[in-house]
């Protein structure tokens, strides 16, 4: 398997990365967790509904829905990749949640039928589907009359550092990825404002929101930086793992550099911007 695209959601790319998503899961998930907070209070999440989560990865967010709709409650948390699924259940298991069901799904084509869900909800999986207008139209098409769909995308690449330093510094020493960042199934394929608004609109859904969120994530160093997201962020960390020992060290060393202007006390803070966006079936 090679770092051939931008694209993370696809099953050999995400069964690379699950372990160490599931390794660092509390600490992704708390780096952005305004994000999940949002998504959980615009995706309609009242007790007794049925919300389905896509692009789960090991869960966090439809853990977050699992306590708000309650005991009558029922979240589906799904994801392409088989090994994703399994650190989600094992994640529902260590909770002892009873109202969460995890199942491997595609989110372009969902196994699902018309009308079944009270809510839709993906955080940060939207933009890495090849076809993001099929993930709108499907989510539309498995909602409920008034449902909610509620997604997250990152925002614009110079204003999301925490990916940038690491691609650039690769790019630095010579390795460089396949595939536009900016085209389907690239990171910044949706980080416009009009993207998303339009991507709910020609799917149907009505009262389109589409919010700015920002923060920072935290790292005790350039290495931490490394060894943390170098191992999660999809084709960049199946890249990294086939470094030589000699080219790690270069990169580690272009790193140190690159951080310099986010270093804040003892360690680097490496400022985020998201885009959240909601639509009414």
Do not use: K
């Not at 960049?236 to 804040?264: F, G, K, N, Q, T």
């Amino acid at each position: 398997m090679t770092a051939d695209d931008f694209g993370f959601d696809t099953p050999a790319v995400g069964d690379a990365v699950a372990a160490a998503w599931e390794r660092h899961r509390a600490r992704v998930f708390e780096t952005s967790r305004p994000v999940s907070d949002w998504l959980v209070e615009h995706v309609g999440a009242e007790p007794g509904a049925t919300v389905l989560e896509l692009t789960a990865g090991p869960g966090e967010t439809g853990f977050l829905v699992a306590e708000r709709v309650g005991a009558d409650g029922h979240v589906l948390s799904t994801d392409l990749a088989p090994g994703m699924v399994a650190a989600a259940r094992r994640g529902v298991e260590a909770r002892g949640l009873t109202n969460v069901e995890c199942r491997v799904m595609d989110a372009q084509q969902l196994d699902l039928d018309d009308g079944s869900v009270d809510g839709v909800v993906s955080r940060f999986g939207v933009m890495l589907m090849p076809e993001p207008e099929r993930v709108a139209r499907e989510a539309r098409r498995v909602l409920r009359s008034g449902g909610r769909f509620a997604y997250a995308v990152w925002g614009p690449p110079d204003r999301n550092p925490w990916l940038g330093t690491l691609v650039g510094s690769l790019l630095q020493c010579g390795h460089a990825l396949g595939g536009d960042p900016f085209g389907p199934g690239g990171p910044f394929s949706l980080g416009r404002r009009d993207q998303n608004e339009a991507l709910l609109a020609d799917a149907g859904f009505a009262d389109v929101v589409v919010e700015e969120l920002e923060g920072v994530m935290r790292y005790d160093d350039a290495d931490d930086y490394l060894d943390v997201q170098g191992s999660l962020a999809g084709p960049v960390a199946v890249l990294i793992a086939a470094l030589s020992p000699d080219e790690l060290d270069a990169l580690r060393a272009a790193l140190v550099s690159a951080c310099e202007p986010y270093r804040a006390g003892a360690g680097i803070e490496l400022p985020w911007v998201a885009l959240a966006a909601t639509g009414v079936a």
